[in-house]
């Protein structure tokens, strides 16, 4: 692909160390990309050591100052201008890379990306989205945390910049849309779902097939599921704990049916299968819509897996031209 | 116990033969109870004599009016005064059955509830709850759809009330609770939460533990999940779709993993042991907390099974007398 990925390697539960497997994986199986690795040089090139590396296969770019997960976004992007985020942002704002990837804390890379590569100005809130696992393959989930407090309005822009996603990034062909709502009737729902139920039956070129309710998420409703961040979030990290909370309720119901150990083999073997759809990790992470640049964010928890595939995902959105078709598509809309 | 129970034989998917057959199966387990059947009288002894019914173990109570699972609530309460939702809630306000149960349209038994049985004076917003299954046996959700947009003040209602239903019902000391959100720290949510928080956290008398994330709902955050009807009811319905989706989802694994049909046996039988914890049958139904009665709404496609169970729980919360319950709980608290 040939392109140039920025990659924060302090982001994440697990940084540096953690960011810089994941790299050295990344540049391993995809020698077609180049990476940019930002952080506070020294640091990195202590751990690259300990960690047994001679030969570099990516390019090291120093910012010496750290963001903590628990420092305040807002303070931590006006004070903090040569940290990862700052750096690795900045490189790609002055072209010298194609998109930016971070696994550290959402709100400040969501808050460091909005005041560095700025909104598009059709868009009034950027919005993050997630892949949702449904029976058949998937679904985007939008907001999922970015937007909490929402009008109606700014679910119709999430709905429209979800639409963009699903079809430049995963190909889908006119993707369809629907409402997270509590009834699948018209006029069900609050104040805001309401409203939001009008303007989306209104919107021009959207393909939206109505509410959906929580039971319908998991049958694949629609390719993107639009909701407000708060329910949305919900929704995600209630979806994220289905692996680890079923793998404890197989094993008490296991223990309750008196079910012999050499029985459950299968089990495990199936019930890993089915929590590999459910695993963040596989997904690597998404893009914050809406801005004039790509900028992917993922789990704070991420393995060296999980930011490989982050790269990959960086790569993957950036050769999309996401807002290039946002601009597009809220332009050609009414 | 000797608790008569007014049931409204017309509620429900299936209704009424389901309801019919779940009634005697009630009398035939709990000989104990008096089943006063609401409908019209007509109907219901036609279809009793279908099913081969010679000896009644029930009273029929007359009820010729007739609601549809379509019609507006507010209509139907306002002009179906024979309906059986009317009458047996009659019958129990004018003191000749303990309580009332209802498979019936959630709205319309909801509205019904409270324009006949009456709000308790110190409860703003009557609420409806939900079991929710935990890794550690149950919390109660609340509120479920009674209420989708609420003040801040209405969710420490709930709050309140939900711990009268915890320690009443389901004997549970000091019972815990917790508010749904979408970050552990106070200072996280939207403006409802936030605002929910502050007074959650200063409320007299209440056992509050914090926030609770999406991801934490399976691992029993509290005996007291509160939130809003709007995220409760999609998180609910969420919940009731996994026995059927991850169905799906395990026969997709089994086949990508190419699994023979007799290793699938021992996960079928886990599988189905797990999904009796989300199974909404094995509950029956909850009552809407805060009125002057006692009113309980089982799932609209209720099998016979659940409507003995919904008939059970009515008999169960008659008992631990919720209304002086919640009235002590709301007049002691600042």
């Given at each position: 692909m040939g392109l140039r990925i920025a990659i924060d390697a302090m982001g994440g539960d697990h940084a540096p160390d953690v960011v810089l497997q994941g790299a050295l994986e990344?540049?391993?199986?995809?020698?077609?990309?180049?990476?940019?690795?930002?952080?506070?040089?020294?640091?990195?090139?202590?751990?690259?050591?300990?960690?047994?590396?001679?030969?570099?296969?990516?390019?090291?770019?120093?910012?010496?100052?750290?963001?903590?997960?628990?420092?305040?976004?807002?303070?931590?992007?006006?004070?903090?201008?040569?940290?990862?985020?700052?750096?690795?942002?900045?490189?790609?704002?002055?072209?010298?890379?194609?998109?930016?990837?971070?696994?550290?804390?959402?709100?400040?890379?969501?808050?460091?990306s909005l005041f560095i590569l700025g909104r598009l100005p059709s868009v009034s809130r950027p919005s993050l989205p997630s892949f949702y696992p449904t029976v058949k393959g998937g679904s985007l989930l939008i907001d999922v945390g970015s937007n909490v407090d929402c009008k109606p309005e700014h679910l119709v822009q999430f709905a429209r910049m979800g639409v963009c996603y699903a079809k430049k990034v995963w190909q889908r062909e006119n993707p369809t849309v629907a409402l997270l709502n509590i009834g699948e009737e018209p006029g069900k729902g609050n104040e805001q779902a309401k409203a939001a139920f009008t303007l989306l039956s209104q919107a021009q070129g959207l393909n939206f097939v109505g509410n959906c309710e929580g039971r319908d998420v998991l049958h694949h409703p629609a390719d993107v599921i639009v909701t407000d961040g708060f329910t949305g979030n919900i929704l995600l990290k209630f979806g994220e704990s289905l692996p680890g909370a079923f793998k404890i309720l197989f094993g008490q119901a296991a223990e309750r049916l008196g079910m012999p150990r050499e029985a459950l083999a299968p089990v495990g073997a199936l019930l890993k299968e089915v929590q590999r759809a459910f695993d963040y990790q596989n997904y690597g992470g998404m893009p914050l819509l809406g801005l004039s640049g790509t900028s992917l964010i993922g789990h704070g928890s991420s393995s060296a897996r999980a930011i490989e595939r982050l790269i990959v995902a960086g790569a993957e959105v950036a050769q999309a031209h996401l807002p290039e078709a946002i601009s597009e598509g809220m332009a050609t809309s009414a």
């Open positions: 990344a540049a391993r199986n995809h020698p077609d990309l180049t990476l940019l690795v930002v952080g506070p040089k020294g640091l990195l090139e202590e751990r690259l050591t300990a960690l047994g590396v001679t030969d570099l296969p990516f390019t090291l770019v120093d910012a010496p100052d750290v963001i903590g997960m628990d420092e305040s976004p807002a303070t931590a992007v006006k004070m903090k201008t040569r940290s990862s985020i700052h750096v690795g942002l900045g490189l790609h704002k002055q072209g010298h890379a194609d998109a930016f990837v971070s696994a550290g804390n959402t709100g400040a890379v969501m808050a460091a």
